[in-house]
């Protein structure tokens, strides 16, 4: 039987200027250890005011929380729907179930859809963020299922005018060795992995904040400093500009980062034309695989052009 429905605001004290006033949707990953609560302490670190409403339903889907209906839930609670018709809200934030991005892309789609158009409707000046997901701890092809996810959430975001809120890449950024740290469970995160997903969120909605002055006990401060670093990067990493490198074809835009920091694989591609030098496909974080009998290996990461750096699948010779 499912957790009761979880709705709560908390403000952040002590901070001048208008507070951001933030709607986020979600399930038990939006809960655990109190997300929202950690990045309103960020933010409030940094001098800003942020005041999270959260509604949260343990195993929820979005098209969950739609069906549930415009009004109330059957303890008696705004629904998110009836929550976003209040408006008066600067963000809506819309966290999806695990990993319904790839097992149904098209019900996830839909549903990002119908709260967009919902959100437009209701509150126009509302800027509509996607909690990007992580994927499961126990999953066979990690680095793949961190792609696709992050790939899913992306098209869909350009679909709707949204900004993803990259976690999962933030995750993907984490070394192998040290992932299952920011796990409590098989999908859950731990107090690490919870900070690691604030910051990115603090990140995104609140732009040029200061070096995380705020962290839990059970993290040290040297590893919140390492987990702030890997948050900018993947902060940094969007918005994506619709440009290709010449050696690169896709059915949907290359997203380019502003520097090499940011290192890992956002979108479909394909490759057209000869192989890229090794040196080309120079990258922090890659996943690959060589088909057999070809003298390449496909690799997922870094491809330069006229001094750019792209994230596209391109063949680096093996």
Known sequence: MRAPALALAIAAAGCGGPAREVLWIGNSL???????????????????????????????????????????????????RALLRRCGWSDVVLQEYSDRALAD?????????????EARAR??????????????????????????????????????????????????????????????????????????????????????????????PEVAAGGAHRLDHRARRAVRAWPPQAQVPPSITSSAPVMWAPSSDASIAIAPATSSGRPEPRGACTRRRSFGFAPSGSANSWKIGVATSHGRTAFARSPCRA
Do not use: I
Request: with cysteine; glycine share 6%.
């Open 123 to 216: 509150c126009p000046t509302a800027r509509l963020r996607l909690f990007e997901n992580w994927p499961y701890a126990t999953a066979r092809d990690w680095d793949g299922d961190a792609a696709r996810l992050h790939a899913a959430y992306a098209a869909v975001a350009r679909e709707v005018g949204a900004t993803v809120v990259p976690d999962g890449l933030a995750f993907a950024l984490v070394p192998p060795a040290d992932r299952r740290a920011l796990y409590d469970d098989a999908k859950h995160p731990s107090v690490r992995g919870a900070y690691l997903a604030a910051l990115v969120m603090a990140r995104t909605l609140v732009p040029h904040l200061p070096h995380a002055g705020w962290w839990p």
């Open 30 to 80: 939006t809960f655990h250890h109190n997300q929202p609560r950690m990045v309103e302490r960020l933010a409030a670190a940094g001098g800003r005011r942020v005041r999270v409403t959260v509604r949260a339903v343990a195993g929820a889907s979005l098209q969950d929380h739609w069906d549930a209906g415009p009004d109330r839930d059957a303890d008696g609670k705004p629904t998110a």
């Open 105 to 117: 892309p098209e019900g996830f789609r839909a549903t990002v859809h119908a709260f967009a158009d």
